[in-house]
């Protein structure tokens, strides 16, 4: 084994110093041919640098096989784009691709040193073609190897010293010309010329639309001296020529206008000059309905305070994704057959449209695609970018709901073969007694859930105590047993994180065998469970509480029913009704003591679909029933996570993770403040347990609608609940404001939530009962692994809602709803908000602002001098749903009742929808976003447990 | 987490080795004239020098001891060493923790009670650091103290080994030590298989442990093999000489 050393020179952060590295250089590097490259195969391809980075999608393509991925590539596309190095080591990773990473610059005979004149970029084309030449000697005598290149230099220089050599395109017409579809993913930006003079020709009578890029030195400089801006850039969905940055120090930048925006995408990293404070401007109130390359100055009646605006200069990191749509609805006489240069318009409206080539136009029509971009040239209007795949067609709810998870980038493949190879057989049974697990079959255990619930994770029983006190337990899923620390199936469901129910399907965490089965508490089998068992007195004090691993065998699997029926049915004084009597009981004093100390109880429209089994089409909405057992589970869960969020940071204060809830800001319930002054409902905002007597005081006697109206909307007011380390936070951080509760933290759904299995371990570290792991105290680790699981659980709550929106409308597609109640939530200059309670969701009905008098201060309107509108008032509403452009669903809300007038007709309607869009939206975002229905269950009181529940219901 | 990728989903570290390889060695004996016994040690970019002197007088004479000679040991750093240049790293808290860790070591190793009121000074230089200069120096000071002739159970040849993502290294180089994994010295006598040093300033689970601890020994099985073989072919050199005089 031969090693020799290079020195290499290095410049840190700041100070330049010399670093000097060993390189050894081996010889016991092999080919990979018969290992992992076929020896049958017809050619080896190897790609260089540009290839990998451009052609990643025909790469990926399955018929594509036998490539040499050399070190010196490899190391080029990481530090180019991690995302495509993440995408080529999964390429690497599968079996059936036959990709072979050769370590060149590892190896004694295809090692380069580069030489004075010669560029890092001259010297990497260098060593790729040093490789290419050692491959070619050493299997000569079989299979020709093929270099792919684009560049000019490179491809001259390995031309003469007779390497094959193609360029990616000259390869996948010619050597694959048996599998056409591989055109559809040839991304062709980087074509060199004499294959496309007629595409440059045609460019080049075409001006420029944008002002150049800085480079990334000139970038780095302005940043320094400070006349540039870096932020992620925000593009606002309702205007795709508008968008704001807001940097880590100092106000909100705005970007107005197409050619201002320079060709960022919503997310990239960018740089920003300001512009001269004479043209700033403010935020635009209205709406560019189709892309245009308008200038921002026509567009502006300007109200308001004007705000620093600028303009991008560059790019410094590119959000690239894979983006679905379908094709622009307008394209022309679509033909297959035929290469296409096609408009693709995104799902996502902060998105621009697309351009691709297609030659499957036609069949592409009516179709959602994925699409991702290839490159944006300054003379273009549109970004340039190729097909993907075709997920199937528009408006079919399976292919929706799968757009709705590509968007929100939810993982929800199926578990791959090594994450499956984690689990335990599936005859796995509980042996007894285990070791370190407290035997506690003989108790009376039972679990109430809803009707077809298989995962239950959660199991209760309760007894009284010869000294008069009761003890009562909660048993959770013992889902650590088998989901060990650092296994790849620890991996996928940290990576998961959470499970995500849509409307019509359930994206599991962890596979079903542990989900629907191991892990699961169903009766009369023994089952591992996490058990804490406390003591309480008869007025629910607790007097003690102890954790424990335990065997458990449930009696009962209830539904909540059944729990229900059973409690009141006075005949029955058996076990199970003595113990879910008592249960009832205490829980409802543990609840009046948390209301005492302030835990809000808020409301949220939920509604429930009922699905037609073979459609899969909604048949009916109605709202979610709840009963007095539901809030009996959740009251311990509760009690639950409290004892174990206590247990843990008492032991490990710097390592626990932590559900926090923070107090709102005051300035968030402004505007409902205002706006219920208007119908004199007065709301102490000061703490939570002010919120909760004064919504408790609301005089609901002329409606009884109205108090839960409330409800909703100061729940809108609410801070998103997060995860936290408590090591990095302040304890004032750790409060959960909703719940009224010092420390909080999810410990009871370890089948379906990550951050239970994480608390999870460490509570049975702090038992003694697991090695308390490097990852476990690691916190670098932890923070990343908390910020991933919220930015999971944002995504899911993001993608349930979108989810539960595409049943609404097509729920409202098929059918016109005549006349609905529903109550006005806003009144506004030109329109009114309207709350459907039927159908839980509330929508915006334009009202032209010359046909009625707006009331600003009282917020009401007058409509032709007769009829005046005003806050929580009840109206009737006809719902049907509009076809807009590019198969935009909208739902359109008029009001029939009073009737007023309304100052369009129908056939604008949709554009009009689209105008009143703005005000919708942004709501929605403002506040929705932030708040959101379905967080609400975290921040309700009531409802910590119960958002599970109720999908539970809804997928069966 | 981290961001280097230390070692290849190929199975190469950073610097092309495979984690159970320990670095290129090279060494000299026999530098100064004055000391009785010196050596320079080459262990990849780590670099050291070890001298030797005594048995002799001792210098404080309280120390001494009636029925074996004291080992006095000093570890110090080249201010040239680093990549950024230092200011005097002398006598500051690590060199003085190295310092009594060596000597502990060469205690148990040397055979003291043949030299009573005597004392045995080993310097030890880093030259230039690239991560283990603590084993490189007991392996120079190992070299030394023979080179001196001054007699010992065995050789000592101590290397280290950490784990990194999981995988388990051996003799870390300078980027790979400071990736923050745990780190294990371990000084073995390799025809005794016993040890006598073994640190461990971070946490491993026992599996863990049990992997680097293997590491370490190979490591150190490694090591010696190289130093072994060099040294007899120095003494058959010397032998040789011997011979021509005679």
Same mark, same amino acid.
């Given at each position: 084994m031969l090693k020799s050393k290079t020195f290499v020179k290095r410049t840190k952060k700041g100070n330049v110093v010399k670093v000097v590295k060993e390189h050894y250089l081996r010889d016991? !590097?092999?080919?990979g041919v018969g290992t992992?490259?076929?020896?049958?195969?017809?050619c080896y391809v190897i790609p260089d640098t540009n290839v990998i980075l451009h052609q990643i999608t025909v790469m990926e393509n399955?018929? !594509?096989?036998n490539v040499i991925v050399l070190q010196t590539v490899l190391d080029e596309v990481k530090n180019q784009n991690a995302s495509i190095y993440n995408r080529l080591r999964a390429l690497v990773g599968m079996?059936? &691709?036959h990709f072979y990473v050769f370590s060149n610059e590892h190896h004694k005979e295809t090692y380069v040193e580069r030489i004075a004149s010669e560029s890092p970029n001259d010297r990497n084309d260098r060593a790729i073609r040093v490789a290419a030449l050692w491959y070619m000697r050493k299997l000569s005598e079989s299979k020709p190897v093929l270099l792919l290149t684009n560049d000019r230099a490179n491809m001259e220089k390995a031309k003469f010293e007779e390497i094959n050599v193609k360029t990616i395109q000259q390869y996948v017409r010619n050597?694959?010309?048996?599998? /056409?579809?591989l055109l559809e993913f040839l991304?062709?930006? #980087?074509?060199?010329e004499e294959d496309a003079e007629v595409n440059k020709s045609q460019r080049k009578t075409k001006g420029v639309l944008f002002q150049e890029h800085k480079s990334e030195a000139e970038i780095r400089r302005g940043l320094l001296s400070k006349t540039y801006i870096t932020g992620k850039l925000i593009v606002n969905r309702n205007n795709i020529n508008e968008a704001t940055i807001t940097p880590d120090h100092g106000d909100k930048i705005l970007i107005k206008g197409f050619e201002n925006i320079n060709r960022a995408i919503n997310g990239d990293i960018v740089a920003v000059e300001l512009l001269p404070r004479d043209q700033w401007t403010t935020p635009s109130t209205? +709406?560019?309905q189709e892309q245009s390359v308008?200038?921002?100055? &026509?567009?502006d009646h300007e109200v308001g305070d004007k705000i620093p605006t600028g303009r991008v200069v560059? +790019?410094?990191k590119k959000n690239w994704r894979m983006y679905c749509g379908s094709l622009d %609805?307008?394209?022309? #006489?679509p033909k297959d057959g035929l290469v296409m240069r096609v408009l693709f318009s995104p799902v996502d409206r902060s998105i621009p449209k697309i351009r691709i080539s297609t030659r499957q136009c036609l069949s592409l029509m009516n179709k959602r695609i994925t699409v991702s971009i290839d490159e944006w040239k300054s003379d273009s209007k549109f970004p340039d970018g190729h097909y993907m795949s075709t997920l199937g067609d528009i408006y079919n709810t399976d292919v929706e709901s799968r757009v709705i998870l590509l968007e929100h980038d939810i993982p929800h493949y199926t578990f791959s073969e090594n994450i499956l190879n984690c689990l335990p057989q599936e005859d796995w049974k509980a042996t007894v007694?285990?070791?370190?697990?407290?035997?506690?079959?003989?108790e009376y255990v039972m679990s109430v859930d809803?009707?077809?619930?298989?995962? !239950?994770d959660d199991a209760l029983h309760c007894k009284p105590l010869p000294n008069g006190n009761y003890q009562i337990g909660v048993h959770i899923a013992d889902v650590t047993h088998f989901v060990h620390e650092g296994s790849p199936l620890d991996d996928e469901a940290a990576k998961r994180g959470t499970t995500v129910y849509l409307v019509d399907r359930r994206i599991e965490m962890l596979p079903k065998l542990l989900t629907n089965n191991l892990c699961s508490l169903v009766s009369d089998v023994d089952r591992y469970a996490f058990s804490v068992i406390w003591e309480v007195d008869q007025d629910a004090q607790i007097i003690d509480v102890r954790f424990c691993k335990s065997v458990i065998r449930s009696r009962h699997s209830l539904t909540y029913e059944q729990a229900q029926n059973i409690i009141d049915d006075t005949n029955r004084d058996d076990l199970p009704a003595q113990a879910l009597r008592n249960l009832l009981k205490f829980s409802k004093l543990i609840k009046n003591r948390r209301r005492e100390a302030g835990s809000l109880s808020l409301a949220s429209p939920q509604v429930k679909f009922d699905i037609?089994? %073979?459609?899969?089409? /909604?048949?009916d909405v109605e709202m979610y029933q709840m009963r007095e057992t539901n809030s009996l589970v959740e009251e311990y869960m509760l009690l639950a996570n409290v004892s174990v969020a206590k247990k843990i940071l008492h032991e490990f204060p710097t390592l626990a993770c932590l559900r926090g809830h923070p107090r709102p800001a005051? %300035? &968030? =319930?402004d505007q409902l403040l205002k706006t219920l002054s208007t119908v004199d409902v007065q709301l102490d905002t000061t703490s939570s347990k002010a919120l909760n007597d004064s919504l408790n005081a +609301?005089?609901?006697?002329?409606?009884?609608y109205v108090d839960t109206l409330v409800r909703i909307l100061v729940t809108r007011c609410m801070e998103q609940a997060i995860y936290l *380390?408590?090591? $990095?936070?302040?304890? #004032?951080?750790? *409060?959960h404001y909703g719940l009224a509760a010092p420390l909080y933290t999810h410990f009871t759904s370890p089948i379906r939530r990550y951050a239970d299995v994480i608390v999870h371990r460490l509570l049975a570290c702090s038992l003694g009962l697991y090695p308390l792991s490097k990852r476990l105290t690691d916190r670098e680790l932890a923070r990343t692994i908390v910020d991933g699981l919220n930015k999971r659980n944002r995504m899911a709550q993001y993608s349930e809602r979108a989810s539960v929106e595409l049943y609404t409308n097509t729920f409202f597609a098929n059918r016109l709803v005549e006349c609905e109640d529903a109550y006005v939530v806003r009144v506004r200059s030109n329109g009114l908000i309207l709350f459907v309670p039927r159908y839980g969701f509330e929508h915006n009905v334009k009202i032209l602002e010359e046909s009625c008098q707006y009331d #600003?201060?009282?917020?009401y309107m007058v409509l032709r001098d007769t009829i005046k509108i005003k806050t929580f008032q009840r109206v009737g509403v006809k719902i049907f749903v509009n076809r807009g452009k590019n198969y935009r669903r909208r739902l359109v809300m008029q009001v029939v009742e009073p009737d007023i007038m309304f100052a369009m007709d129908t056939k604008d309607l949709t554009a009009n929808m689209l105008m009143s869009g703005t005000d919708d939206d942004k709501r929605k975002e403002d506040v929705t976003d932030v708040t959101g229905d379905v967080t609400l269950f975290e921040k309700s009181s009531d409802a910590a447990s119960e958002p599970k529940n109720k999908k539970k219901k809804r997928t069966k | 987490m981290s961001k280097i990728e230390f070692i290849s989903p190929e199975g190469l570290r950073v610097d092309g080795r495979r984690p159970q390889e320990v670095r290129k060695i090279n060494y000299r004996l026999n530098? =100064?004239?004055?000391?009785d016994g010196s050596a320079y040690y080459e262990q990849g970019n780590t670099r050291v020098l070890a001298a030797v002197y005594g048995?002799?007088? *001792?210098?404080?004479?309280?120390?001494? &001891?009636h029925d074996r000679a004291i080992i006095n040991c000093e570890y110090s750093m080249a201010? =040239?060493?680093?990549g950024e240049r230092r200011k005097s790293?002398?006598?500051d808290r690590r060199s003085t923790e190295i310092s009594v860790v060596i000597r502990q070591t060469f205690e148990s190793v !040397?055979?003291?009670?043949?030299?009573?009121?005597t004392q045995i000074d080993i310097f030890m230089q880093v030259l230039?650091? $690239?991560?283990g200069t603590r084993c490189a120096c007991i392996n120079a000071a190992s070299l030394a103290l023979i080179d001196a002739g001054i007699p010992m159970r065995d050789f000592v040849v101590s290397c280290a080994a950490g784990m990194i993502d999981g995988v388990a290294l051996t003799d870390l180089n300078y980027i790979e030590d400071s990736a923050g994994g745990p780190d294990l010295p371990l000084a073995i006598l390799p025809k005794q298989n016993k040890i006598c040093l073994l640190q461990m300033d971070s946490k491993l689970t026992i599996e863990q442990y049990e992997e680097v601890m293997q590491m370490a020994v190979e490591g150190c099985k490694q090591i010696h093999a190289v130093l072994d073989a060099k040294l007899k072919d120095v003494t058959d050199q010397l032998v040789n000489k011997r011979k021509t005089l005679l």
């Open positions: 016991d !590097i092999g080919t992992v490259l076929q020896a049958g195969a017809e399955p018929v !594509i096989t079996q059936n &691709k050597d694959m010309k048996q599998h /056409p579809q991304n062709n930006s #980087d074509e060199l209205r +709406i560019a308008s200038s921002s100055s &026509k567009d560059g +790019i410094t %609805e307008s394209t022309n #006489d007694p285990a070791p370190n697990r407290v035997d506690l079959r003989d809803p009707p077809g619930c298989t995962d !239950i037609d089994r %073979e459609s899969m089409n /909604p048949t005051p %300035e &968030k =319930f +609301i005089d609901h006697s002329a409606d009884e *380390v408590s090591g $990095d936070h302040e304890p #004032d951080a750790y *409060v #600003d201060a009282g917020e | 530098l =100064f004239s004055r000391a048995p002799r007088q *001792v210098t404080r004479r309280g120390a001494s &001891k201010t =040239f060493s680093t790293a002398k006598r !040397i055979l003291t009670h043949l030299y009573p009121r230039q650091a $690239d991560g």
